[in-house]
T-cell receptor, first 118, second 118 residues
Framework: NAGVTQTPKFRILKIGQSMTLQCTQDMNHNYMYWYRQDPGMGLKLIYYSVGAGITDKGEVPNGYNVSRSTTEDFPLRLELAAPSQTSVYFC?????????????????FGAGTRLSVL | AQTVTQSQPEMSVQEAETVTLSCTYDTSESDYYLFWYKQPPSRQMILVIRQEAYKQQNATENRFSVNFQKAAKSFSLKISDSQLGDAAMYFCAYSAMNYGGSQGNLIFGKGTKLSVKP
């Protein structure tokens, strides 16, 4: 029962570098999400996906890109890293039964990636 | 836009005592969900309890219960018989009913840090 798996757990980047945060889930969930958590704050939504091939922006998308080629994977790409992107990043997934009853909307979270940009 | 407010940055409770964490929210929707998530030092986001707005009965999960006041837009969490393992950040979160789009996205408060004294 792996659930939502994020890699890496920690990473230090230099300003201007790029990297991809990996997220995979084995629960066959159609919805997936990326959040960032700044110190002393709640989580803010970066991007989300309602299914393979479909992504959309959340509250704080600038400086990030996502793709969803499979149901299982939802990588988050940071281009030209900046100190403002120093944060803890969480991936989550949930299941929405299309055409069925209203979803319970329970999101399952990965363990997070702590990223520092110096 | 929906907002979630947690007015208590920090709370403290004696082991075996009861503590209540406060949360207020703002929405124009009539159907929605409310959640309490626990984040221990491990950073893992753990769902504690969930409430559907259309249900008048307050949700309970073992030692955790909520006081849901829909008219007042208030959603407090009561922890009974507090244990050392309850020490964590607690986040209140809101989502609209998910009809297949972005409505199901979670909006988080800034959190309350709970300390449990032995």
């Amino acid at each position: 029962n792996a659930g939502v798996t994020q890699t890496p757990k920690f990473r230090i980047l230099k300003i201007g570098q790029s990297m991809t945060l990996q997220c995979t889930q084995d629960m066959n969930h159609n919805y997936m999400y990326w959040y960032r958590q700044d110190p002393g704050m709640g989580l803010k939504l970066i991007y989300y996906s309602v299914g393979a091939g479909i992504t959309d922006k959340g509250e704080v998308p600038n400086g990030y890109n996502v793709s969803r080629s499979t149901t299982e994977d939802f990588p988050l790409r940071l281009e030209l890293a900046a100190p403002s992107q120093t944060s803890v990043y969480f991936c989550a997934s949930s299941y929405y039964p299309s055409g069925g009853p209203i979803a319970k909307n329970i999101q399952y979270f990965g363990a997070g990636t702590r990223l520092s940009v110096l | 836009a929906q907002t979630v407010t947690q007015s208590q940055p920090e709370m403290s409770v004696q082991e075996a005592e009861t503590v209540t964490l406060s949360c207020t929210y703002d929405t124009s929707e009539s159907d929605y969900y409310l959640f309490w998530y626990k984040q221990p030092p491990s950073r893992q986001m753990i769902l504690v309890i969930r409430q559907e707005a259309y249900k008048q009965q307050n949700a309970t999960e073992n030692r955790f219960s909520v006081n849901f006041q829909k008219a007042a837009k208030s959603f407090s969490l009561k922890i009974s018989d507090s244990q050392l393992g309850d020490a964590a950040m607690y986040f209140c979160a809101y989502s609209a009913m998910n009809y297949g789009g972005s409505q199901g996205n979670l909006i988080f408060g800034k959190g309350t840090k709970l300390s449990v004294k032995p």
